[in-house]
């Protein structure tokens, strides 16, 4: 009995500790989207110095920028789920898969300009100065991805570098 008992508390241990781990798992993936574009809005903002009239202007023309941006991310994954799931499917047509990757194009496409027109609004409400420092934030952000060591863009300030990488 008492071999027993010591299985069972183990057994209801294991499961409320794989029930927290499925919880935090599976509740950060979509939790934690909005809070860290919150802080990407929160770098933007504070490396530019908006004053008041230009944050106001900045929050009331990127409300739905987020919104927006997510969604189109929640359908480029479903229709990538979708395509790889016909991967073992004998009878799948090329006119099915063409179809579908077009789709991820157009959203994709659909992101870009998103982000473009964001990026084009920030700057439109910045001051020179302003402009200046976002231009290099942008240069560096795009490089973050690039395994390529390419010279800075021209115009750039001497002596400017981007930040290390984060792997």
């Known amino acids: 009995m008492k071999k027993n008992t010591i299985l069972y508390v183990l057994l209801v241990f294991l499961i409320v500790v794989n029930g927290v ?7 950060l993936n979509t939790n934690n989207r909005p809070k860290e574009q919150h802080r990407d809005k929160d770098f933007i ?11 106001e202007e900045f929050n009331q023309k990127s409300k739905g920028h987020q919104e927006t941006m997510i969604k189109l991310s929640d359908e480029v ?5 979708y395509l790889f799931s016909t991967l073992s499917d004998d009878t799948v047509s090329t006119r099915t898969i063409d179809s579908i990757t077009s789709l991820v194009c ?15 609004m920030i700057q439109d409400i910045s001051n020179e100065k302003q402009k200046k420092k976002f231009k ?4 560096d952000a795009l490089r973050q991805g690039d395994n390529a060591n390419r010279p800075p863009p ?3 300030e001497e002596g400017h570098r981007p930040p290390p990488r984060q792997n």
Request: charged share 30%; proline share 2%.
């Open 21 to 27: 781990f499925l919880y935090n798992y599976m509740g």
């Open 45 to 55: 903002v504070k490396e530019l110095n908006f004053n008041a009239a230009q944050l």
């Open 77 to 81: 994954k479903e229709l990538k789920d």
């Open 106 to 120: 157009e959203k994709e496409t659909a992101k870009e300009k998103e982000m473009f027109y964001h990026f084009k």
């Open 136 to 139: 290099n934030i942008l240069f």
């Open 154 to 156: 021209p115009n750039m």
